[in-house]
RNA sequence: GCGGAUGUGGCGAAACAGGCAAACGCACCGGUCUCAGAAACCGGAGGUCCACGACCGUGAGGGUUCGACUCCCUCCAUCCGCACCA
């Protein structure tokens, strides 16, 4: 027996499935029809930084074991690679060390392939792509003119995040507690023409259909409250001395007779139009203007503030005149961007009304029916809602309403390192998109990668100014990029057809591979690249390219891997995989990091428990030589250690395939190995170790089909999954537990 | 404040549809082998006690049941998400 030499056998199964190519898929001919033996097996792809991390390895053997399990069981696996390779971690280190982004990135890339090849996950690497790539980008642009072409990316002035030392807007994941995250400056409210998708027109199914998909109930909570759909009743204020009528959005519209004030938001257009020409207008606007510019988080933690207009409102429901305040804790992103106060019954209005002396007025008595409420006195608070806004609306002053928390997806970035939006501005034709034969709207190379008030593009000044494409007239490219997030959103769509040069994808073939069977990823996804992606499957439906409205079937989140309680969300001294691989060869990682418990929980990176993995795959291959000495096991034996191997092959399966549990199969087929090495002389031993290599093999590919071969079998990877004998699976006793008092 | 998840030996965990709690592994203890150590192999082990056995044990308390880690109710603790969304 050779001693176990994990890096000699894991390089030698390597070269072999690279020689084959033994993970790649073909795609159906045309007329084929996706007929449920297919499978697409995807993993949320990786941001090209310098290593592969251990949250990695977690995820990819996750999808590596599903791959085999799949494989084995007769599917057709497409279970592709690529990188996310645009964005500001390359940037960034461009400026900071020298160099360019797309040499950064490549070389980054070429690194983490090297080390997805040495952990030996069966990848499908014909079908590879990079959002850097040209033949990437293209058609992420194509894409973009298409959604503009219909309405669904537009462009607007819109309140940003801006960090006055980096001299850039930053997207509000990168502010933290109203600070950049990169050098801790207190960032600004701006006002600045963005880009954005119009997501919100898709607000209501991408609530609905979520009922539709095999999610994770905690991560369709997360977008139910991203979305944040709330019913009530738009209802109208009048402002005679303006001549003007005011809606505003409430969800307790049975209230409206307790509205004792009315506020506006501080960066409405309203407060200039109310205040105009009174001897207020300068007090206000000063309020207005500092309140506007605190950030969100601030205005949040403080105290609320506010100043009187000097206007006043009619309440609809009993046409009393209250009065008009512009208050920061009122916002212009949610309703109208004004509110009726309604200080009894609302915690905000009545702090707010205490701090400044307004009147309250009760409107619901304790029995939780109206009072003060006119002709409804006496009704339940919830008749109340609907009884008020009929009232309301016969008279013409409300009608049933409803509000959303979600919001348009700015997706311009005012950075170099990302996909160029395809657009020219032209003082005569105004926004014109890059005619499609003139794509892709290649990056140009620049000076500074550093933005200096402006995006770096702006300066790439022969690039940026190009005739009009549609007078010829000078006019000026688009300088800023797109969110890296538009590069993710439809990937999984170009793996299905990855090298066609005539469009992103061709329908036929996606339709065929979509929807993603199994996609696995961190649920800290959950309400950008989850939601962004099922948007952009909405609208590419609707426009026509696809025949599918959901991207991913099913949906698994892995846990985190810690060390001294911290997310290895980095790579980190001493366990990077790389060092890892040096020291105990890739299989025992493989099996270490799953078998420390379920994948969706949170493990702790031990050294204890890698050692063990390691000594566990050495008795492994041992025990399966002894084995391997013994006569081949009679077919159909019934011995103890046969009964065992099946029920071993009933658990594993029945853990992998329904309970998408990958801890216990581990545990199962160790009781094997352990029962084997108890009872060599069984006759059912051969049989025994050859169904523990075969059920491990997702696990630890590369030693299994080693001890595969030692069997005196071939091609493991290929051959199919074991099958429980059902006789086999009865105990040949039956226990008889007998309780009494439930002893 | 709103929403969600989790709580089982010294540790990671298992027990899937209510049926012998702690499988599998770590760390630990003992033994074999060895000059010695490592490795490997064999064995032990939830707690308490009058120890052949008995009792207690799944965050706490109650309930349902012949029987509860599992189902129901009330708490407690920890973690996570959202949060001036009218």
Not at 354 to 374: A, D, K
Not at 644 to 664: C, Y
Not at 700 to 726: I, K, N, Y
Request: glycine share 6%.
């Amino acid at each position: 027996m050779e001693r176990y030499d994990a890096h000699t056998i894991e390089q030698k199964w390597q070269d072999e499935w690279a020689r084959e190519d033994a993970f790649a898929v073909e795609n159906p001919a045309p007329g084929s029809e996706r007929d449920g033996r297919h499978f697409y097996m995807l993993e949320m792809l990786p941001y090209p930084s310098g290593t592969l991390h251990m949250g990695h390895v977690l995820n990819y053997t996750l999808g590596d074991v599903v791959t085999h399990f799949r494989r084995r069981n007769g599917y057709t696996v497409l279970r592709p690679m690529g990188f996310d390779s645009f964005g500001l971690p390359a940037e960034n280190a461009a400026i900071k060390e020298g160099g360019n982004p797309l040499e950064i990135t490549e070389r980054n890339i070429a690194s983490i392939e090297n080390q997805m090849r040495r952990m030996g996950w069966a990848i499908d690497w014909d079908r590879e792509v990079s959002a850097h790539e040209p033949s990437y980008y293209r058609w992420t642009q194509w894409l973009f003119l298409k959604l503009f072409e219909h309405g669904l990316a537009y462009r607007k002035e819109a309140p940003v995040n801006w960090c006055p030392n980096d001299q850039t807007v930053l997207s509000n994941e990168h502010v933290v507690d109203g600070r950049c995250w990169r050098c801790g400056a207190v960032v600004e409210a701006r006002n600045m023409e963005q880009w954005f998708f119009k997501i919100t027109a898709y607000s209501d199914e991408l609530l609905d259909d979520l009922s539709t998909i095999d999610w994770p109930e905690r991560t369709k909570k997360i977008q139910r409250q991203h979305i944040g759909r709330s019913e009530g009743a738009e209802l109208i204020f009048r402002l005679d001395e303006l001549d003007r009528d005011i809606p505003v959005f409430t969800t307790r519209p049975d209230t409206v007779f307790g509205a004792t004030f009315f506020v506006v938001a501080p960066e409405s257009p309203l407060v200039d139009e109310l205040v105009e020409g009174t001897d207020r207008a300068e007090e206000v606007r000063a309020y207005a203007r500092i309140a506007a510019a605190r950030p969100t988080e601030e205005r949040a933690s403080r105290e609320k503030t506010g100043v009187f207009t000097g206007r006043h409102a009619i309440n609809p429901a009993n046409d009393e005149r209250i009065p008009i305040w512009v208050a920061d804790y009122v916002l212009m992103q949610y309703g109208t961007g004004a509110i009726m106060a309604v200080p009894a019954h609302d915690e905000r209005d009545r702090e707010f009304a205490e701090t400044y002396g307004l009147p309250i007025v009760p409107v619901v008595g304790e029995n939780g029916t109206l009072v003060n409420s006119g002709r409804f006195d006496g009704l339940p608070w919830r008749e109340g809602i609907d009884a008020i806004v009929a009232w309301l609306s016969e008279r013409g002053k409300g009608k049933p309403a409803i509000n959303y928390h979600l919001r348009d997806w700015s997706f311009s970035r005012q950075r170099y390192w990302g996909c160029p939006i395809p657009v020219v501005y032209c003082d005569d034709d105004g926004i014109v998109p890059v005619p499609e034969s003139e794509l892709p709207v290649l990056l140009p190379e620049v000076e500074n990668y550093r933005p200096k008030g402006e995006p770096p593009l702006a300066q790439a000044t022969e690039w940026i100014n190009v005739p009009c494409p549609r007078c010829g007239k000078p006019a000026r490219r688009e300088a800023d990029t797109m969110d890296t997030f538009v590069d993710s959103s439809w990937y999984f769509l170009r793996y299905t057809d990855p090298h066609d040069d005539e469009a992103p994808f061709e329908r036929r073939v996606a339709d065929y591979w979509m929807p993603i069977d199994q996609y696995i990823g961190g649920i800290d996804h959950a309400k950008g690249h989850l939601l962004y992606s099922r948007f952009f499957v909405k609208a590419l439906n609707d426009l026509g390219l696809l025949g599918f409205r959901e991207p991913f079937q099913r949906l698994f989140h892995q846990g985190w891997v810690l060390l001294d309680g911290k997310r290895m969300s980095k790579s980190q001294g001493g366990v990077t995989p790389d060092e890892l691989i040096e020291r105990f060869g890739a299989d025992p990682i493989r099996i270490y990091i799953l078998v420390q418990g379920p994948a969706d929980q949170d493990i702790d990176w031990t050294p204890d428990g890698i050692e063990a993995t390691v000594r566990f795959v050495r008795r492994f291959w041992r025990v399966v030589h002894d084995a391997a000495a013994r006569l081949p096991s009679p077919e159909g034996v019934d011995t103890p250690l046969a009964r065992k191997a099946h029920e071993v092959i009933a658990r594993v399966t029945d853990d992998i395939d329904r309970r998408f549990v990958f801890n216990t199969p581990i545990s199962a087929v160790m009781e094997l190995i352990n029962e084997l090495s108890k009872a060599p002389d069984d006759p059912a031993a051969r049989f025994a170790a050859e169904t523990a290599v075969s059920l491990l093999q997702p696990y630890v590919p590369h030693v299994a089909e080693e001890l595969w071969g030692v069997l005196g079998h071939s091609r493991l990877w290929e051959t199919p999954w074991p099958q429980a004998d059902e006789a086999l699976l009865r105990h040949e006793t039956i226990e008889l537990v007998l309780q009494v008092n439930g002893k």
